[in-house]
């Protein structure tokens, strides 16, 4: 038998912790001593120990860990509860990359500030596109992201039994309705036949002058780059003169490698 400090220092935790495990019946003493109270535990014991600190270092709150170690519990509760701990750390995990690659693209922007951004003015002839539209909250990429991504998937399941010939790169292009919605077209340019086209919308975009810049990287990190074309709009005199569009030049599995040019039409 071992007293309580032996036992807590065997199973590196804390006395206190011990009596907090007691008090919820998730690891009770071998023995209590009736007349002093003083609480022993058994060396079988420690494996108990070891499976709670396991599952708490896992995640699990202390009355998940009390429902995975009960006896009665089917193994397939206990398969389901594991599942969507490791579904819950793979979205965490996810999302810490998200933010580590907005926080890169943030101190690129901040290292570059010293150098003018490489912004060309283009000419952007008139474009017939077939496209799908969707409506997000605003242009925040946290709004704009999870209509954009589907709209494009759809865009080229509808593409493939539609009698339309693409005749260029994908284009997504943004219309501010009112303060907190945004149309937004996923579009590519085609030549449209009298044929079906699934469901697809004609557009035609007007022949613009715009201020352009190339994004290399995710797209969710693009917002830098947008400030930095407005930056140099507002700093040369010009104004803006219709929706912004996204040109995805190339786009790889790994959305690091992105290259996407930005379009501002201005006046």
């Given amino acids: 038998m071992f007293s309580i400090g ?32 003083y609480r022993s535990y058994a ?23 009390a429902t995975l170690l009960a006896d009665e519990v089917p193994v397939e509760q206990v398969r389901g509860m594991l599942t969507l701990r490791r579904a819950e750390l793979e979205a965490s995990l996810a999302e810490g990359a998200a933010r580590l690659a907005q926080v890169e693209a943030r101190l690129r922007t901040i290292e570059a500030e ?27 990429p946290e709004a704009i992201g999870p209509v954009v991504r589907p709209l494009c998937a759809e865009l080229g399941r509808r593409l493939a039994t539609a009698d339309v010939t693409p005749a260029g790169r994908l284009t997504c292009y943004y219309e501010q309705r009112a303060e907190d919605e945004v149309v937004v077209h996923a579009a590519v340019p085609a030549s449209v036949g009298p044929g079906e086209l699934n469901g697809l919308t004609v557009a035609d975009l007007p022949p613009v002058r715009a201020a352009t810049l190339v994004h290399r990287g995710a797209i969710d990190g693009v917002l830098p780059s947008w400030q930095a074309v407005v930056r140099w709009i507002d700093e040369q005199g010009f104004t803006s003169a219709g929706p912004q569009r996204e040109l995805y030049l190339d786009c790889p599995e790994d959305p690091a490698g992105w290259v996407t040019e930005l379009q501002e039409p201005i006046g």
């Fill in 43 to 65: 060396a079988a014991q420690l494996a108990r120990l070891n499976r709670i600190v396991a599952l708490k270092d896992l995640g699990f709150t202390l009355d998940q860990v």
């Fill in 114 to 140: 010293g150098s003018a951004p490489d912004v060309v003015v283009k000419e952007l002839p008139a474009l017939r596109v077939v496209e799908l539209t969707g409506v997000a909250a605003g242009f925040a």
């Fill in 6 to 37: 032996d036992f807590a220092r065997h199973g590196r935790v804390s006395v206190r912790m011990l009596r907090h495990y007691d008090a919820l019946g998730l690891l009770r003493p071998a023995r209590v001593d009736p007349a002093t109270g």
